[in-house]
């Protein structure tokens, strides 16, 4: 007598249990191929298993519904309740891919400097960076627009109300977790996307150590883009948002952006000196995660990337920087805590998603003052 037994005379709760253990949605629809049984209960609870299975791999999935179910007609800080469907899960799944691919980018941009500290991230820091991805993600949609980010009313009372309402949906230490996210994106704005001259000259000597060629920086300000050939990078690129992956397939992927040519100057790609550097990354961050990424895995010059950021913008989008670290400072202000200490304590590792160190005594005082405040 066999010592095994067949799937098809398992009870039904094993199966059950079998299929609503699954790590993620390949490994789900994987297993319910291998046999008619396992196919038959994957389709009698299909939604319930498709749920659980994406709640693994791309969850907390309650806040990742906040986000695509997001909608001028609601505001953002409300708790939408919608039945769970397959074009539900199918957009969750869309978010869910570009935090997974934070997941892989923060080890090296956390620990940028102190690399030898440098680590994965462990489950239940890959879950807290995709709800802090999704959050910011979400006040990126909500309030970084044309309404909310006007010159002379972004900081008016009711402006500054509406923003902090979701804001106030997390605690203390969530909002720690976002400030990280927003952090790592910033980092990766500075050294990818929009590095400064700086920056630039750096890279430019690191590899390129035995030349004598000298950069030119904002040498277009006082000097018109020459007819060049296609190839330059002075020619405008046809970058669209509808397929950014197509549109920046062009000869500059492969391009030597740092070598120094008849008809490129590494010096072009630099976005200004250390002061105007940094009003270029405030208004980059207006971007949403996925379209940071987009810039970073595929936009190689310095007009490509303008070329997409003017598709995603007017005039309110430049010289105009992001207001969420205005807004967690007034949430911050309200609840009672210093905003001063609340950024020390992220600088030293204490609070964020991957913590270098614990301090439960400063944790404590922040879960008491927001009880509190």
Known sequence: MSQYIAFEYLPTELLSDILGSCPDIPSLLALASTCRTLHNAYQRRKIVYLEQATESQYGPLQDAIQLVTQNPSQGAHARRTVPLSIPLIKDVMRVGLVAARWEDIYPSKHWHENYENRRLLRPDERRSLRRALYRLWLYDEAFHTPTHCSRYTRMSPENLHNRALLLHNWSNIELAEVADASAMLRQVLRANVCPSNGI??????????????????????????????LFSPYTQSTITSQNP?????????????????????????????????????????????????????????????????????????????????????????????????FANAMDDGLLGIAKDRTDTGYVEKLIEEQETG
């Open 245 to 341: 992956q197509a549109s920046f397939e062009t000869q500059y992927k492969h391009y030597a952006k740092y070598r120094p040519t008849a008809y490129h100057e590494p010096g072009c790609e630099g976005w200004g000196d250390d002061t105007d550097h940094y009003f270029v990354l405030e208004d980059m961050l207006k971007l949403s995660p996925k379209q940071i990424l987009e810039l970073k895995e595929h936009a190689v010059t310095k007009l490509q990337v303008q070329s997409y950021v003017s598709q995603h913008g007017g005039d309110w989008f430049h010289n105009n920087g992001q207001h969420f670290g205005q807004t967690m400072d007034f949430v911050l202000k309200e609840r009672g805590v210093d905003a001063e200490d």
């Open 200 to 229: 630039i000259a750096a890279k430019f000597r690191k590899r390129f150590p035995d030349t004598n060629h000298q950069l030119l920086f904002n040498v277009h300000l006082n000097y018109p883009p020459p007819n060049v050939p």
